[in-house]
């Protein structure tokens, strides 16, 4: 089991196990900027790389309103509904 190390509060440990990796990504991709000085920067070149690697996926872009706080719940729900996978940008 691999152990994730979750930075939100470590007065309570949570316990997670890591989603299983599909065998293919196809579907739609949600890449998520958290509003982190370049953030976009790094998933505009990981869109072109997808793209170019997985000609048939649809990518979706979506960002948080602060990346001092978590995503709002119905941006959450969004990405779910209409995503198989989601990247997170985390740059500085």
């Known amino acids: 089991m691999s152990t994730i190390l979750d930075p939100t509060d470590e007065r309570v440990p949570v316990e997670?196990?890591?989603?299983?990796?599909?065998?293919e990504i196809k579907g739609n991709v949600a890449l998520l900027d958290?509003?982190?000085?370049?953030?976009?920067?790094?998933?505009?070149?990981?869109?072109e790389s997808l793209i170019q690697?997985?000609?048939?996926?649809k990518?979706?872009?979506?960002?948080k309103p602060t990346f001092t706080k978590p995503a709002p719940e119905d941006l959450r729900r969004?990405?779910?509904q209409n995503n198989g996978f989601v990247i997170e940008a985390l740059a500085d």
């Open 78 to 80: 969004e990405i779910r």
């Open 59 to 63: 990518v979706n872009r979506y960002s």
């Open 53 to 57: 690697r997985l000609p048939g996926i």
């Open 34 to 47: 958290i509003r982190k000085p370049r953030g976009n920067v790094l998933l505009d070149r990981l869109e």
């Open 16 to 23: 997670r196990r890591p989603t299983a990796r599909p065998a």
